[in-house]
T-cell receptor, first 115, second 111 residues
Protein backbone atom coordinates (compact mmCIF):
# COMPACT_ATOMS: atom_id res chain seq x y z
CA UNK A 1 0.00 0.00 0.00
CA UNK A 2 1.38 3.41 -0.97
CA UNK A 3 2.27 5.82 1.80
CA UNK A 4 1.80 9.57 1.89
CA UNK A 5 3.28 11.17 -1.22
CA UNK A 6 4.37 14.76 -1.70
CA UNK A 7 5.42 16.80 -4.70
CA UNK A 8 7.67 18.34 -5.69
CA UNK A 9 10.64 16.99 -3.74
CA UNK A 10 12.46 20.29 -4.03
CA UNK A 11 11.21 23.75 -4.91
CA UNK A 12 13.28 26.89 -5.41
CA UNK A 13 11.56 30.26 -5.47
CA UNK A 14 12.51 33.90 -5.04
CA UNK A 15 11.18 36.35 -2.49
CA UNK A 16 7.68 37.58 -3.26
CA UNK A 17 6.73 34.61 -5.41
CA UNK A 18 4.08 32.00 -4.61
CA UNK A 19 4.72 28.33 -3.88
CA UNK A 20 2.29 25.43 -4.22
CA UNK A 21 3.01 22.14 -2.52
CA UNK A 22 0.95 18.99 -3.00
CA UNK A 23 0.15 15.98 -0.84
CA UNK A 24 -1.70 12.71 -1.44
CA UNK A 25 -2.77 10.85 1.70
CA UNK A 26 -2.75 7.13 2.33
CA UNK A 27 -5.70 5.50 0.61
CA UNK A 28 -8.72 5.60 2.93
CA UNK A 29 -7.42 8.46 5.06
CA UNK A 30 -9.55 11.60 5.15
CA UNK A 31 -7.42 13.90 7.32
CA UNK A 32 -4.37 15.76 6.04
CA UNK A 33 -1.99 17.81 8.18
CA UNK A 34 0.76 20.22 7.15
CA UNK A 35 3.85 20.95 9.25
CA UNK A 36 6.85 23.23 8.73
CA UNK A 37 10.31 22.09 9.81
CA UNK A 38 12.59 25.10 9.67
CA UNK A 39 16.18 25.04 10.87
CA UNK A 40 16.32 25.89 14.54
CA UNK A 41 12.54 26.11 14.94
CA UNK A 42 11.61 22.44 15.08
CA UNK A 43 8.36 21.01 13.74
CA UNK A 44 5.48 23.45 13.77
CA UNK A 45 1.86 22.71 12.91
CA UNK A 46 0.40 24.66 9.99
CA UNK A 47 -3.00 23.31 8.96
CA UNK A 48 -5.39 20.39 9.44
CA UNK A 49 -7.99 19.42 6.83
CA UNK A 50 -10.63 16.76 7.18
CA UNK A 51 -13.43 15.95 4.74
CA UNK A 52 -12.61 19.06 2.73
CA UNK A 53 -12.86 21.46 5.68
CA UNK A 54 -10.15 23.32 7.58
CA UNK A 55 -10.36 21.99 11.17
CA UNK A 56 -7.49 23.77 12.86
CA UNK A 57 -4.75 26.21 12.04
CA UNK A 58 -1.37 26.88 13.64
CA UNK A 59 0.16 30.24 14.44
CA UNK A 60 1.10 31.24 10.89
CA UNK A 61 0.15 34.34 8.87
CA UNK A 62 -2.74 34.21 6.36
CA UNK A 63 -0.35 34.02 3.41
CA UNK A 64 -0.09 30.33 4.35
CA UNK A 65 -3.27 28.72 3.07
CA UNK A 66 -4.44 25.47 1.61
CA UNK A 67 -7.29 23.31 0.58
CA UNK A 68 -8.38 19.70 0.45
CA UNK A 69 -9.90 18.22 -2.66
CA UNK A 70 -12.80 15.71 -2.92
CA UNK A 71 -10.26 12.88 -3.35
CA UNK A 72 -8.70 14.01 0.00
CA UNK A 73 -5.46 15.19 -1.56
CA UNK A 74 -4.32 18.60 -0.41
CA UNK A 75 -2.45 21.68 -1.52
CA UNK A 76 -0.48 24.12 0.60
CA UNK A 77 -0.04 27.59 -0.86
CA UNK A 78 2.46 30.09 0.43
CA UNK A 79 2.07 33.60 -0.98
CA UNK A 80 4.54 36.49 -0.90
CA UNK A 81 7.42 34.21 -0.03
CA UNK A 82 9.95 35.40 2.51
CA UNK A 83 13.48 34.11 3.11
CA UNK A 84 12.41 32.59 6.46
CA UNK A 85 9.84 30.39 4.67
CA UNK A 86 12.74 28.20 3.58
CA UNK A 87 12.07 24.88 5.28
CA UNK A 88 11.06 21.26 4.87
CA UNK A 89 7.27 21.06 4.58
CA UNK A 90 5.84 17.79 5.80
CA UNK A 91 2.41 16.42 5.09
CA UNK A 92 0.78 13.72 7.22
CA UNK A 93 -2.45 11.81 6.93
CA UNK A 94 -4.68 9.94 9.35
CA UNK A 95 -7.98 8.09 9.32
CA UNK A 96 -9.83 11.30 10.05
CA UNK A 97 -12.81 12.55 11.98
CA UNK A 98 -13.50 15.98 13.40
CA UNK A 99 -11.80 15.15 16.68
CA UNK A 100 -8.98 13.13 15.32
CA UNK A 101 -6.53 11.35 17.54
CA UNK A 102 -5.70 8.89 14.80
CA UNK A 103 -2.07 8.10 14.23
CA UNK A 104 -0.46 10.41 11.69
CA UNK A 105 1.75 9.01 8.94
CA UNK A 106 4.17 11.35 7.24
CA UNK A 107 5.32 11.86 3.69
CA UNK A 108 8.94 12.49 2.65
CA UNK A 109 8.48 16.26 2.56
CA UNK A 110 9.03 19.11 0.12
CA UNK A 111 12.19 21.15 0.59
CA UNK A 112 11.34 24.79 -0.19
CA UNK A 113 14.23 27.19 -0.70
CA UNK A 114 13.51 30.91 -0.99
CA UNK A 115 16.30 32.99 -2.54
CA UNK B 1 7.49 27.28 28.21
CA UNK B 2 7.74 24.48 25.67
CA UNK B 3 4.91 21.96 25.58
CA UNK B 4 7.26 19.04 24.94
CA UNK B 5 10.91 18.97 26.01
CA UNK B 6 13.71 16.60 25.07
CA UNK B 7 17.45 16.59 25.51
CA UNK B 8 19.14 17.46 22.22
CA UNK B 9 21.90 14.84 21.99
CA UNK B 10 22.61 11.25 23.05
CA UNK B 11 25.65 9.18 22.17
CA UNK B 12 25.88 5.42 22.79
CA UNK B 13 28.04 2.48 21.71
CA UNK B 14 26.70 -0.16 19.35
CA UNK B 15 25.05 -2.98 21.30
CA UNK B 16 24.22 -0.80 24.32
CA UNK B 17 20.73 0.34 25.23
CA UNK B 18 19.63 3.89 24.45
CA UNK B 19 17.13 5.78 26.56
CA UNK B 20 15.61 8.95 25.16
CA UNK B 21 13.57 11.05 27.57
CA UNK B 22 10.73 13.49 27.04
CA UNK B 23 8.55 15.63 29.29
CA UNK B 24 5.22 17.12 28.36
CA UNK B 25 3.02 19.63 30.12
CA UNK B 26 -0.57 18.91 29.15
CA UNK B 27 -2.21 16.20 31.24
CA UNK B 28 -5.16 16.13 28.81
CA UNK B 29 -2.96 14.71 26.06
CA UNK B 30 -4.52 11.52 24.79
CA UNK B 31 -1.75 9.85 22.80
CA UNK B 32 2.02 10.21 22.94
CA UNK B 33 4.20 9.28 20.01
CA UNK B 34 7.77 8.58 19.04
CA UNK B 35 8.92 9.37 15.51
CA UNK B 36 12.31 8.83 13.87
CA UNK B 37 13.81 11.11 11.23
CA UNK B 38 16.86 10.18 9.18
CA UNK B 39 18.82 12.90 7.34
CA UNK B 40 16.83 14.48 4.52
CA UNK B 41 13.80 12.26 5.13
CA UNK B 42 10.31 12.56 6.52
CA UNK B 43 9.15 11.22 9.88
CA UNK B 44 8.79 7.51 10.47
CA UNK B 45 6.33 6.43 13.15
CA UNK B 46 8.10 4.18 15.64
CA UNK B 47 5.49 3.60 18.31
CA UNK B 48 2.83 5.30 20.38
CA UNK B 49 1.19 4.91 23.76
CA UNK B 50 -2.28 5.80 24.96
CA UNK B 51 -2.30 8.01 28.01
CA UNK B 52 -3.95 5.39 30.24
CA UNK B 53 -1.07 2.92 29.71
CA UNK B 54 2.18 2.69 31.67
CA UNK B 55 4.29 0.69 29.28
CA UNK B 56 4.35 -0.62 25.75
CA UNK B 57 6.89 -2.98 24.23
CA UNK B 58 7.44 -3.53 20.53
CA UNK B 59 10.45 -5.69 19.62
CA UNK B 60 13.56 -3.65 20.56
CA UNK B 61 11.49 -0.64 21.62
CA UNK B 62 10.05 -0.05 25.09
CA UNK B 63 7.99 3.02 25.93
CA UNK B 64 7.44 4.00 29.54
CA UNK B 65 4.89 6.61 30.59
CA UNK B 66 4.78 8.27 34.00
CA UNK B 67 1.60 10.34 33.97
CA UNK B 68 2.18 11.82 37.42
CA UNK B 69 5.50 13.33 36.33
CA UNK B 70 4.40 13.80 32.68
CA UNK B 71 7.49 11.88 31.62
CA UNK B 72 7.83 9.64 28.58
CA UNK B 73 10.84 7.56 27.64
CA UNK B 74 11.88 5.43 24.68
CA UNK B 75 14.34 2.62 25.27
CA UNK B 76 16.06 1.02 22.28
CA UNK B 77 17.67 -2.30 23.14
CA UNK B 78 20.83 -3.49 21.36
CA UNK B 79 21.28 -0.16 19.57
CA UNK B 80 22.68 -0.44 16.04
CA UNK B 81 24.42 2.10 13.79
CA UNK B 82 21.25 2.15 11.69
CA UNK B 83 19.42 3.60 14.69
CA UNK B 84 21.41 6.84 14.34
CA UNK B 85 18.80 9.50 13.65
CA UNK B 86 16.77 12.24 15.31
CA UNK B 87 13.97 11.01 17.56
CA UNK B 88 10.93 13.17 18.18
CA UNK B 89 8.48 12.87 21.01
CA UNK B 90 4.99 14.24 20.27
CA UNK B 91 1.69 14.65 22.04
CA UNK B 92 -1.79 15.19 20.68
CA UNK B 93 -5.06 16.44 22.07
CA UNK B 94 -8.35 15.22 20.71
CA UNK B 95 -9.84 18.67 20.22
CA UNK B 96 -6.95 20.01 18.17
CA UNK B 97 -5.89 17.05 16.05
CA UNK B 98 -2.36 18.28 15.45
CA UNK B 99 0.79 16.84 16.94
CA UNK B 100 2.95 18.97 19.23
CA UNK B 101 6.58 17.99 18.88
CA UNK B 102 9.64 18.26 21.01
CA UNK B 103 12.77 19.62 19.31
CA UNK B 104 14.15 16.13 18.82
CA UNK B 105 17.03 14.12 20.28
CA UNK B 106 19.92 13.34 17.96
CA UNK B 107 21.09 9.79 18.65
CA UNK B 108 24.64 8.94 17.58
CA UNK B 109 25.68 5.29 17.68
CA UNK B 110 29.42 4.62 17.73
CA UNK B 111 30.73 1.26 16.45
Amino acid sequence: EAGVTQSPTHLIKTRGQQATLRCSPISGHTSVYWYQQALGLGLQFLLWYDEGEERNRGNFPPRFSGRQFPNYSSELNVNALELEDSALYLCASSGGGQSSTDTQYFGPGTRLTVL
Amino acid sequence: GEDVEQSLFLSVREGDSSVINCTYTDSSSTYLYWYKQEPGAGLQLLTYIFSNMDMKQDQRLTVLLNKKDKHLSLRIADTQTGDSAIYFCAETKASQGNLIFGKGTKLSVKP
